[in-house]
């Protein structure tokens, strides 16, 4: 079984299998998923956008990037995101603390 139900054009449910349900909504800067676990309780996922500078592809001039900055989980931990001078992806930290860092 699946069905949309909308909200607003910014926010819809969704309905699953075995009548389980998937809530979106988005603002301008976050994007929010809430979904039924087994247990009928309900867990969000946030996603947080942000803008960083950034540079054409051929590197000719500025630009503006629309990039994801955190992504929390239903527990409230988060993956955090970190872009450098030219809009690259240069570090993740996971949710432990520990991070992967990117060179290029």
Request: charged residues 20%; positive net charge; aromatic residues 16%.
């Amino acid at each position: 079984m699946f069905g949309f139900s909308y909200e607003s054009a910014r926010s819809r449910n969704v309905e699953l299998a075995f009548n389980k349900w998937l809530w979106y909504s988005q603002t301008a800067n976050t994007e929010t998923i809430t979904v039924q676990d087994s247990n009928n309780q309900s867990k969000t996922y946030t996603i947080n956008w942000g803008s960083v500078p950034g540079r054409s592809p051929k590197d000719e001039f500025g630009i503006t990037l629309r990039v994801v900055r955190s992504i929390v989980l239903t527990n409230g931990r988060s993956y955090q995101l970190t872009y450098n001078d030219k809009g690259y992806l240069v570090r993740s930290t996971l949710p432990s603390g520990a991070y992967i860092r990117y060179t290029y």
